[in-house]
């Protein structure tokens, strides 16, 4: 049910429900009018749903294309190396010796994470 917001569910369960009722009540032709034009509504939207997704994928297809193609000829800063302070949990340089958001001076890595005593 992707694509289907909270209201949309809740209407179309309301029109089956009203066209079972209406179906119980003898008028049968009104109920499975609404039930089949329920369906005709649904996979007119599933399609319409699953065309816009293809097209927008297909531009995503094209975009990433054109920038291989390009040999990456966007320099781009390359991503620094980055830890999670110990004792904020902000997100700071690997290569930081000092915490610049809680200025505490930070244990040296060296492979194990072990506290000492
Ligand atoms: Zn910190």
Same mark, same amino acid.
């Given at each position: 049910?992707?694509?289907?917001?909270?209201? %949309?569910? @809740?209407?179309?369960? /309301?029109?089956?429900? $009203?066209?079972?009722? /209406?179906? $119980?009540? =003898?008028? #049968?032709?009104?109920?499975?009018? =609404?039930? /089949?034009?329920?369906?005709?509504?649904?996979? $007119?939207? *599933?399609?319409?749903?699953?065309?816009?997704?293809?097209?927008?994928? *297909? %531009?995503?297809?094209?975009? *990433?294309?054109? *920038?291989?193609?390009? @040999? #990456?000829?966007?320099?781009?800063?390359? /991503?620094?190396?980055?830890?999670?302070?110990?004792?904020?949990?902000?997100?700071?340089?690997?290569?930081?010796?000092?915490?610049? #958001?809680? =200025?505490?001076?930070?244990?040296?890595?060296?492979?194990?994470?072990?506290?000492?005593?």
């Amino acid at each position: 049910m992707s694509g289907w917001t909270a209201r %949309e569910v @809740g209407i179309f369960a /309301l029109v089956i429900i $009203f066209s079972i009722i /209406l179906m $119980f009540e =003898g008028d #049968y032709s009104n109920g499975i009018f =609404g039930i /089949l034009f329920m369906l005709g509504f649904w996979v $007119f939207k *599933t399609v319409v749903i699953r065309r816009q997704k293809n097209k927008r994928d *297909t %531009e995503i297809n094209r975009i *990433t294309r054109q *920038t291989l193609r390009s @040999g #990456y000829s966007e320099p781009g800063p390359k /991503l620094p190396e980055i830890k999670e302070c110990p004792f904020c949990a902000e997100i700071i340089k690997a290569k930081a010796i000092v915490c610049r #958001y809680c =200025g505490r001076e930070l244990p040296v890595e060296e492979g194990s994470s072990s506290t000492p005593k």
